[in-house]
């Protein structure tokens, strides 16, 4: 089974850089995710260090992922009533705001553990505020005949962001310390702020009759609704299904606990070692979107996605047991790259199937189960990790996921 082609027309490498909107988006974009990647790097070693508690950073995943799950369709909806541009600047001054108050708390050395709770509830509800209207807004800048190569160059951003981001926040740690780094993080999010302010997308530009104003999502039975009416397009329904299943056992629970992992291979200090963990599977993952792009290789087909999820288990199985460094970076590397592939086919295919006049809706019901879902994982990950450590939850989990996915692939294969 595979997706149409979003245009007969030959491929183009990097075609939607060559809209001058987009390339400003993708910039602030890729900033802003680096930004949030500082304050993960910032703030999980000091509550790790604080607290040396494996359940509170399965806590950080939950409370990050839980809002997706709870809130991404109302996000959705919202984005095909609003202008997404201000949904967007909302999310990023509550990212900068949270970095503030982590900053004051490690300045006056005054935080406890429901401190941390609260700030790491709030910036999960952040994320949720600007992760679908960012997609549609993605939509008005290029349009549809470039709309595969923008979905692609806008996980290439954020994963921009997250190769960057270890590696600037383990030197803002080393050159800053984490009090003053973390104040000097929250300054990164104005540049995407203040160009939204007068961004030329959004409803208002819209040509005149192309909107079509839907039904406000107000209940749990419109959620449900919602959910039906994206589900009745088979591929939404199977790559929804596939990204959901690898944010439950997986999603990137293992990101929370690297000091952990990092302090397995003996690099539990603060230097480069540490930040270069973290580094090799966004690195990865660059690579991967570069490769997308500029190559046209894996060609969105819901067959290649499964494979790939496959593949990346395999990848964190053996990382979790891997006690070599050098080698965990190669393959957090490699893991890296197959999730980048098989996150940016799924949402390809979902983008390309769903009707313009609920993008937003539909990415708001892909978004629940590919991001709320990560909540859950901070349980098989994180708090399973406490009694059976987070090596055997890791492995247990990536094991997991390897049967379902090969489950589902069948079934597509049987229905094919």
């Known amino acids: ?102 900053g004051a708390l490690f300045i006056t050395d005054s935080l406890q553990l429901w401190h941390a709770a609260t700030l790491l509830i709030v910036h999960g509800c952040a994320g949720v505020l600007w992760g679908a209207p960012a997609q549609v807004l993605i939509y008005d800048i290029v349009g549809p005949a470039h709309l595969q190569s923008a979905v692609r160059l806008n996980a290439t951003a954020r994963q921009l962001g997250l190769l960057t981001g270890p590696a600037i926040g383990g030197a803002f740690l080393l050159t800053f310390g984490p009090k003053l780094g973390i104040l000097v993080n929250a300054a990164l999010y104005l540049p995407f702020i203040l160009w939204l302010v007068a961004a030329p997308y959004g409803p208002k530009f819209r040509a005149a009759g192309s909107a079509v104003r839907q039904r406000a999502i107000r209940t749990l039975g419109d959620v449900w609704r919602a959910a039906q009416e994206v589900g009745r397009n088979r591929v939404i329904a199977t790559m929804t299904a596939l990204a959901g299943s690898a944010s439950l056992f997986i999603g990137n629970a293992y990101q929370a606990q690297m000091p952990g992992f990092a302090q397995g291979l003996g690099h539990g200090h603060v230097d480069f070692s540490y930040s270069a963990l973290l580094a090799a599977d966004a690195a990865g993952a660059l690579t991967a979107g570069i490769l997308l792009e500029s190559r046209s290789l894996l060609r969105p087909a819901v067959r290649s996605a499964c494979v790939l999820a496959m593949l990346w288990c395999v990848l964190l199985a053996a990382f979790a047991f891997n006690p070599l460094y050098p080698l965990s970076l190669v393959l957090l590397f490699c893991a890296g790259f197959v999730e980048l592939a098989f996150n940016a086919m799924s949402q390809t295919l979902v983008q390309l199937e769903a009707p313009v006049q609920m993008r937003g809706k539909a990415i708001g019901v892909y978004n629940m189960f590919a991001m709320g879902m990560r909540t859950f994982s901070g349980v098989t990950v994180g708090l399973v990790g406490q009694q059976i450590g987070i090596h055997w939850s890791l492995a247990l989990s990536a094991t997991l996921l390897f049967i379902v996915v090969g489950l589902l692939m069948n079934r597509v294969r049987r229905a094919a």
């Open 1 to 102: 089974m595979t997706a149409p082609a979003a245009s007969p027309s030959p491929h183009v490498a990097f075609a939607a850089l060559r809209h001058p909107g987009f390339r400003q988006f993708f910039a602030w974009s890729a900033m802003a995710m680096m930004a949030d990647s500082i304050e993960h790097v910032i703030s999980y070693w000091v509550i790790f260090q604080k607290f040396h508690s494996a359940a509170l950073g399965g806590f950080a995943v939950i409370s990050h992922w839980l809002p997706f799950l709870l809130f991404s369709v109302y996000s959705g909806a919202l984005s095909d009533r609003y202008d997404p541009r201000r949904m967007i600047q909302l999310g990023m001054g509550l990212f900068a705001g949270v970095s503030l108050a982590w």
